[in-house]
């Protein structure tokens, strides 16, 4: 089960959440603990606290996390942001994309322990975050398809930024290959229909 999916920015600058959306719901209220992230208390939560600013507050930490971990990647690897996108300008996308995987300890900052699946290409980010069971590889694939998609329907590897102005289009595709957070197996057959399903649905907004 995916709990959470999230699409930012990743270099350079500062890491934005461009599109979230969560999966059911984590009763933060009825567990006493205090949210952390490497170990570091990041805020208390208050009575009566906003629970979508809750929400808000985590997927933008998980987004920080991931923004880190590529940044390291690109800089062992040698490669820039600028390289990235000149190679995905002439070549297929798919590879040169960096994916990656890191756990999040109970209470870092969900309740319980959780695990993000992440893939990034220049400055576009996707992240999954998933239940500490779930079927890393089958997650990846799934990145991959979304990352595919938002290409082809919002340029967003190319203008991440597309993704704010077009959030309808991010969330009937988001919806559509992840239906209420279940990763599903996808063959070639059953991805051919889904590419049919969604460019009727998006060809209708």
């Known amino acids: 089960m995916v709990y959470a999916f999230i699409a930012h920015s990743l ?19 009825n567990i006493d603990y205090i949210p952390r992230l490497n170990g570091e208390p990041i805020s208390k939560p208050e009575s009566g606290k906003d ?18 971990e590529f940044s390291f990647r690109k800089t062992v690897l040698g490669c820039t942001v600028e390289d990235d996108m000149r190679r995905h300008s002439i070549e297929d996308p798919s590879g040169n994309t960096v ?21 990034g290409l220049g400055n576009f980010g996707l992240s999954l975050v998933c239940e500490k069971h ?10 991959k398809l979304l990352a595919r998609y938002s290409q082809e329907h919002m340029k967003a590897l190319d203008q991440p930024h597309e993704t704010l102005l077009k959030a309808d289009k991010m969330a009937a595709i988001v919806h ?13 057959t059953v991805t051919r229909q889904l ?3 969604l460019e ?6």
Not at 13 to 19: A, M
Not at 177 to 187: D, K, S, V
């Open 11 to 29: 270099l350079p600058g500062t890491c934005r959440v461009l599109y979230s959306t969560t999966f059911g719901l984590e009763d933060s209220q």
């Open 51 to 68: 629970r979508r600013v809750e929400r808000k507050e985590q997927m933008s930490l998980v987004a920080k996390q991931v923004q880190s």
């Open 99 to 119: 994916t990656g995987c890191f756990r999040l300890s109970a209470g870092e900052p969900f309740v319980t322990e959780k695990i993000v699946v992440w893939q």
């Open 134 to 143: 779930e079927n890393r590889l089958q997650a990846e694939a799934v990145l």
């Open 176 to 188: 559509h290959i992840l239906p209420q957070g279940r990763l599903l197996f996808m063959n070639h």
């Open 195 to 197: 590419e049919k399903e």
């Open 200 to 205: 009727n649905m998006i060809s209708a907004k």
